[in-house]
């Protein structure tokens, strides 16, 4: 057997392409789904700052709905991946059915929620009664999307698992494509299409009314709608898929199957929404220490979320080619290829604190102009720069086991590390310091506390492939002819 580090050289080099390949369409569809969000905001924000207002906050309901279904759709990525590697493509078709059977349950009672729970919600937030009518118009717009969006997500994650991740890229772009223009009819009307086209406007295309943040969400949801049913007459098509034969015979709801896939499923959509509501919860901490200080939170923590998406991207690549080695039934294979993902992400992170340090002052002023806020954010920035590392390595080491569908220990971690060490330790530091050895930190506790976070967390996931990659490993060691 060839010594550790020089299986790990030969796996460098004949796996570190196909997983760059892999990733970058998935960092592209991931910017493309971000971005619509961007065009809503700005779109909205052209409108009148009620609309702008409705959809921040109306987004802040949907969203958390949207990104629980998407890790819990995730968990098929691994179950096609483990079968693909393994030969064994005749598995895949029933698989999927299921998981767009769950992501139909998910998403109608999504659409539920979004329907009823609003009105008491935005009671419970103080939202300002303008606002909130006009937020309920948009959500209950999004809500019809919902199942939609849904039966993307399982179609996205069968593509993903079956090695396949450009589509959802060149699909995302469809559905921002589809958004823009929507917005422009749906928010701004017929007054707004006057402006653009002049005389030249149809009479009846003149009268349509301006629906404002409630035409945002019909232009959402219409997107969704379209990206599912691309994604669906994509997946008939394609000769990518032919030996899966997808649509052949629909597969009744079995619920073993169900059952195994939201054992994968769910903990990684729990994982998802403790990270977004511990971003959330900073946000509502950090709102009470003044504009200047909120205002270089946002542009900060934008500007690096922007760069989090590529080793996001690749630890999403990853369960894939993990999954693949572990299917094929070669355990130390699979140990290497997660090994050389991982240094992968270390230099990710490399690069982008590079960009961090050679770009800040040139970025951080295309948001403002206001030389408090731009001091604040580049001190922030500069904190961001020591976290790109855990975050890169704990984002890769998540994607591994998930690729051994290892799930529900990340979520344990993840609730540690998010929310006690992050949060907590945040919260301590910026509201209250460490008594007279450490006054209030304000802001800047809060992103030491993120800081603390991220290294827990990868730290103790370090820990969890560490001994789980090794346990499968003698296990096929052992169980070989």
Same mark, same amino acid.
């Given at each position: ?19 760059? $390949? ?12 971000? &971005? ?68 139909? !349950? ?54 993903? &698992? ?12 469809? !559905? ?13 009307? &017929? ?28 232009? @959402? ?58 971003? @959330? ?37 990853? @369960? ?14 699979? $140990? ?31 948001? @403002? ?38 799930? $529900? ?14 949060? !907590? ?27 603390? !976070? ?19 490993? $003698? ?7």
């Amino acid at each position: 057997m060839r010594p550790f580090p020089t299986g790990l050289g030969a796996t460098s080099r004949r796996e570190s392409w196909p997983l760059i $390949r892999l990733a970058l369409p998935i960092c592209g569809a991931q910017l493309a789904q971000a &971005g619509m969000s961007v065009v809503d905001i700005m779109m909205t924000g052209r409108q009148s700052a009620t609309d702008l207002a409705a959809v921040s906050v109306g987004a802040s309901l949907w969203m958390p709905l949207m990104l629980f279904m998407t890790g819990t759709l995730m968990g098929l990525t691994p179950i096609v991946a483990q079968l693909m590697g393994g030969g064994r493509q005749g598995g895949i078709r029933a698989n999927v059915h299921q998981a767009m059977w769950v992501g139909l !349950g998910l998403g109608l009672v999504s659409a539920l929620l979004l329907n009823l729970a609003v009105a008491p919600v935005f009671h419970w937030m103080a939202v300002p009664p303008a606002v909130a009518e006009r937020a309920a118009d948009y959500v209950g717009a999004v809500a019809y999307g919902m199942p939609a969006v849904a039966i993307f997500l399982a179609l996205r994650a069968f593509s993903d &698992g079956m090695n396949h991740t450009r589509p959802a890229l060149w699909i995302s772009l469809i !559905g921002l494509a589809v958004n823009i223009p929507s917005n422009y009819v749906l928010i701004y009307g &017929g007054e707004g299409l006057v402006q653009l086209l002049g005389p030249a406007t149809p009479d009846w295309l003149a009268t349509l009314p301006a629906l404002g943040a409630h035409g945002c969400g019909i232009a @959402t949801a219409i997107a969704m709608w379209v990206m599912t049913l691309a994604m669906v007459r994509y997946t008939q098509k394609s000769r990518a898929y032919g030996s899966v034969e997808l649509w052949r015979q629909p597969s009744r709801p079995d619920l073993k199957s169900m059952a195994e896939l939201l054992y994968v499923g769910v903990p990684i959509g729990v994982a998802i929404f403790v990270e977004v509501t511990l971003f @959330t919860l900073i946000a509502l901490f950090v709102a009470s220490l003044g504009e200047i200080v909120v205002a270089a939170h946002q542009v900060a923590l934008n500007f690096t979320s922007l760069l989090f998406m590529l080793p996001l991207s690749l630890g999403m690549a990853l @369960t894939v080619r993990v999954g693949n080695a572990l299917g094929s039934g070669d355990a130390r294979l699979a $140990r290497l290829v997660a090994w050389n993902g991982i240094l992968i992400a270390l230099l990710v992170a490399l690069f982008n604190s590079a960009v961090l340090w050679l770009s800040a002052d040139l970025v951080v002023g295309l948001y @403002t102009h206001n030389t408090q806020v731009q001091a604040l954010t580049l001190s922030l920035v500069g904190l961001a720069m020591l976290y790109q590392v855990s975050d890169s390595l704990q984002v890769a080491l998540a994607g591994a086991l998930r690729g051994y569908k290892d799930t $529900r220990v990340i979520m344990f971690i993840t609730l540690l590390a998010y929310w006690l060490v992050g949060l !907590g330790g945040g919260h301590l530091l910026g509201r209250y310091g460490l008594g007279t050895w450490l006054p209030p930190l304000g802001v800047h506790g809060y992103w030491i506390g993120l800081i603390a !976070g991220l290294t827990v967390a990868a730290l103790l996931l370090g820990e969890r492939f560490r001994v789980k990659a090794r346990q499968v490993a $003698r296990a096929n060691i052992d169980i070989a002819p």
